[in-house]
């Protein structure tokens, strides 16, 4: 009853309020126009959420379209900046590309119309003088440790898109850049015929005088050669010297390197001008003390250069010099490649270097280290074969050297020189004296093929009558080995080293030993003639001073087997075979197919008292290549192992 009261009460509130918020519309209340003015106003409620969600999707997708415009905006401005990059980096390139542009080009010539009626036309004529300064480059090139500069027909005409608004082509454009930032050099010319029959072709290069050349009507191809032998000489006149010197035409050759001196300003330029004149001096004239003067010119102009050192590092083996040839050597392995700008397109450096390599291998009797030199640049494959022979040959092992002997020789590309020269060592490795004086005059007949008299004396005398003279004695004919060294020149290392080997095979022991004092006067850091005096002093009991020469010889030449093994000997001889083992197994490492060795090694083994181990080395001995004396030798220490 109370809520009921509640409800009552509040009635005449609720009224009142009703009637003061909206007046008219508690008036309206009482017919249907209330109704339905509330229905419109609801339904224009929902048109305007209705109108407002559109007007948001809308809003929405518009939003949605105009960060794809702006993306698509960025990408295209990338886009565009790439392009822009790549059209800079693409002018860039090609101005550089233009900016290199060397050698020379080959213009249309003018010819008579009765050659054009022919088909000799202007552009044939350039197309052959093109084909032959390419053909005579290629030559050059090959005969060379410089690159010759490329020749080309000048065909930029011949591109035809044209830039727009300019009238300009894309050739003719790249034309221009050539020629205005290139070094270049054009070559023109024309053809007429004489009233005589005769025709004349003038050929004219940039920068030098036009020069004619004459001769009978049917001869245009000999005029072509002339005057591309003549624009080569201009172009690149160095490799235009070996050129000449490839074709056989020597004293041309040593004319050309004669001039060759006053065309260069760039002192490395000048340094190689007079290292290839010392070359042609070498090998036209034979006049090694002269080529050696031109050679120092050279060096005095430019110590860096390579061309002088190579030319006097071959002059001093020429002569036998052995001392000088090795100083030359080590000079040699401070160069650099960037030192010499005609060869820095070629292996050129790369060449003397490993040249230089190779002596001071060689020089000092590391012949394990010169064998393993892939010889990339100095050798072709069968010389690289035989040089290899050669080695394994004075490693004393003299089955591998035959191996290398029978792959060259089937190669076909062994040079007669080397194949002489390794037979001799593979021979004068297992003690066959006879055949080795035999291959020693087949070397000594190989050198027939320089054109130099005078050269190939001296090359005989140095390289061959030493290794003659001592395979003679070794076979016991002393008078022809005597005859043989005794016209060899007193400053030849391997000629007085023969000379004392020879006095000590005859037991004349005062006589090798004053050899032997000349020979290491001569040439200190070599060791060959310290560990031959040493074995002329083991043979003859004084083993003190045999080991003190075996020292010397291994300062000299760390790498060298036969002073370490003749050094073990004399151990075993002083009764210190706990000694010898060790300059056995040292030597192993420098001659590890060294028979002799292993059965000297053995022999110590046994002495100490080490029978299983020796009775291993006596079987490697057994497999390996030794003399009648080593075979009865090692037959009789088996016998007495159990």
């Avoid at 010392?278 to 110590?303: E, F, K």
């Avoid at 000088?324 to 030192?339: K, P, T, V």
């Avoid at 291994?554 to 706990?578: C, I, Q, T, V, Y």
Wanted: hydrophobic residues 45%; contains cysteine.
């Amino acid at each position: 009853m109370a809520e009921d009261n509640e409800d009552e009460g509040a009635k005449p509130f609720m009224k009142a309020a009703a009637a003061g918020l909206n007046p008219v519309f508690a008036a309206a209340g009482k017919t249907d126009d209330a109704r339905v003015y509330l229905r419109k106003q609801s339904e224009l409620t929902d048109l305007q959420i209705d109108s407002l969600r559109k007007l948001d999707e809308y809003e929405l997708s518009h939003l949605r379209w105009r960060r794809f415009n702006d993306q698509m905006k960025g990408a295209m401005q990338m886009m565009l900046v790439a392009v822009g990059a790549l059209i800079v980096a693409g002018i860039a390139a090609a101005i550089l590309e233009a900016s290199q542009a060397d050698g020379i080009v080959v213009e249309a010539f003018s010819v008579p119309p009765q050659f054009a009626q022919a088909g000799i036309g202007g552009e044939v004529v350039a197309d052959d003088l093109t084909a032959r300064i390419a053909a005579i480059r290629d030559f050059a090139n090959a005969n060379s440790l410089a690159r010759s500069k490329d020749v080309r027909q000048d065909r930029d005409q011949d591109v035809k898109v044209d830039i727009a608004d300019t009238g300009i082509s894309l050739g003719q454009l790249w034309h221009y850049l050539r020629a205005w930032l290139g070094h270049e050099r054009h070559l023109s010319g024309n053809l007429r015929v004489g009233g005589d029959g005769r025709i004349g072709l003038t050929v004219a290069l940039d920068g030098d005088d036009a020069v004619a050349f004459s001769g009978p009507s049917g001869e245009l191809g000999v005029l072509e050669q002339q005057a591309a032998e003549h624009i080569f000489a201009i172009v690149d006149p160095t490799n235009d010297v070996l050129y000449l010197s490839g074709k056989g035409r020597s004293a041309e050759s040593l004319a050309a390197a004669a001039r060759g001196i006053g065309l260069f300003d760039k002192p490395a330029a000048r340094a190689d001008a007079w290292a290839l004149w010392a070359n042609r001096t070498h090998y036209v004239t034979g006049d090694l003390r002269l080529t050696l003067a031109r050679a120092r010119i050279g060096m005095a102009i430019d110590s860096k250069s390579a061309g002088p050192h190579l030319e006097m590092l071959a002059v001093w083996r020429a002569l036998g010099r052995d001392e000088d040839a090795l100083e030359q050597a080590r000079e040699i392995s401070g160069l650099q490649e960037g030192n010499d700008p005609a060869w820095q397109d070629s292996h050129g450096v790369a060449y003397v270097l490993e040249l230089g390599t190779l002596i001071r291998y060689v020089e000092t009797g590391d012949f394990a280290q010169a064998l393993s030199e892939p010889c990339p640049y100095l050798c072709s494959f069968g010389s690289r074969l035989l040089r290899r022979a050669e080695y394994a040959a004075r490693m004393h092992d003299a089955v591998h050297s035959r191996a290398l002997i029978g792959e060259a020789l089937a190669s076909g590309s062994a040079d007669p020189e080397y194949v002489e020269r390794s037979h001799y060592f593979s021979d004068a490795a297992v003690g066959n004296w006879r055949a080795a004086a035999v291959d020693a005059q087949a070397y000594a007949a190989a050198f027939g093929y320089y054109s130099s008299k005078r050269l190939r004396t001296t090359m005989v005398l140095t390289e061959a009558t030493p290794l003659l003279a001592y395979a003679l004695a070794r076979s016991g004919d002393f008078a022809a080995a005597h005859s043989a060294i005794d016209a060899t020149p007193p400053d030849c290392y391997e000629c007085v080293r023969a000379r004392g080997r020879i006095a000590a095979f005859q037991k004349n022991r005062g006589g090798s030993a004053y050899w032997f004092g000349d020979a290491v006067t001569q040439a200190p850091s070599i060791p060959f003639a310290y560990a031959d005096w040493g074995e002329m002093l083991l043979v003859r009991g004084s083993y003190d001073a045999a080991i003190a020469r075996f020292e010397q010889a291994n300062r000299k030449g760390p790498h060298f087997a036969d002073p370490l093994e003749m050094w073990g000997e004399a151990l075993m001889a002083k009764n210190r075979s706990d000694l010898a083992l060790a300059k056995f197994e040292e030597a192993d490492n420098y001659a590890p197919n060294w028979g002799r060795l292993h059965l000297e090694w053995g022999n110590a083994l046994t002495y100490s008292g080490n029978r299983a181990e020796a009775k291993k080395q006596f079987a490697i001995a057994q497999r390996l290549d030794l003399s009648a004396n080593d075979k009865s030798q090692l037959r009789a220490m088996e016998n007495k192992l159990p």
